[in-house]
């Protein structure tokens, strides 16, 4: 279905930062360094503190600043530096095609979220900041993973003749919201997030997305290409 600018929500990302951008590249090596340090700080659930981050790099804050925007721009590419690993490999796994395909990638996406610990700790350690990061429209997580599932469903319509019962990006943005709701609420809540309770939410979305008859799917198993 055609998208119109009247009713379809604007999820425009920031660019990635200099220190992401020469991550991906592997140059830069000094701005690489530096996002490879933020990751592995994230990681390993010590806090992402912008004076430790350049005295450990051996450059001035104003550099730093630079190379990272600030450091809830830091942090968003951080998270979805590793979000996007993990989504990559969900599509690579993902079976079925049509709605089936959707449910598969969102199922392994979600499972592989919540069992990784740098983001529970993140949540846990400072929820305010934490949800401000991670659910921010116009924001390096949200807005991303947002074009990320637009483009999978584009690939599904393409592939599979899969009809939708909304515009791509609208679609798109209630299956994320759906998605943070339970992952990220519950876990503040200190309760285990039910993610079975979010595919049952998203499959309801999806109802009557089926492949339309005589469709032929045309699959590549390889990773999910995220345009920055």
């Known amino acids: 279905m055609p998208a119109t600018a009247a009713n379809t929500p604007s999820h425009e ?55 990272v925007g600030s450091r809830e721009r830091l942090l968003e590419d951080v998270i979805w530096s590793f979000a996007e690993e993990l989504l990559a490999v969900a ?17 392994e996406f979600t499972a592989q979220i919540v069992a990784a610990p740098a983001l529970r700790r993140f949540l846990e350690m ?44 609208e ?12 992952l990220y609420n519950d876990a503040i809540a200190a309760l285990e997030p039910d993610l079975e309770a979010a595919a049952m939410v998203v499959e309801l979305l999806l109802k009557g997305a089926q492949p339309s008859a005589g469709a032929k799917s045309s699959h590549l198993q390889q990773p999910l290409p995220v345009r920055h």
Do not use: H
Request: charged content about 30%.
């Open 13 to 67: 990302p920031p660019a990635p930062c200099l220190a992401y951008r020469a991550y991906r590249l592997g140059f830069p090596e000094r701005q690489a360094r530096a996002f490879a340090v933020a990751r592995d700080w994230y990681a390993r659930g010590r806090k992402l503190d912008m004076r430790a981050l350049a005295s450990e790099l051996g450059v001035s804050r104003p550099t730093l600043y630079r190379w």
């Open 91 to 107: 599509v690579r796994r993902a079976r079925g095609d049509g709605s089936a395909r959707i449910m598969s990638i969102l199922r």
């Open 126 to 169: 400072d929820a305010e900041i934490a949800l401000r990061v991670l659910t921010r429209r116009d924001g390096g997580v949200e807005g991303r993973l947002v074009r990320a599932v637009a483009e999978l469903l584009d690939d599904e319509v393409r592939a599979s003749g899969l009809s939708l019962p909304l515009e791509t990006p």
């Open 171 to 182: 679609m798109a943005y209630l299956i994320v919201r759906v998605v943070e709701a339970f």
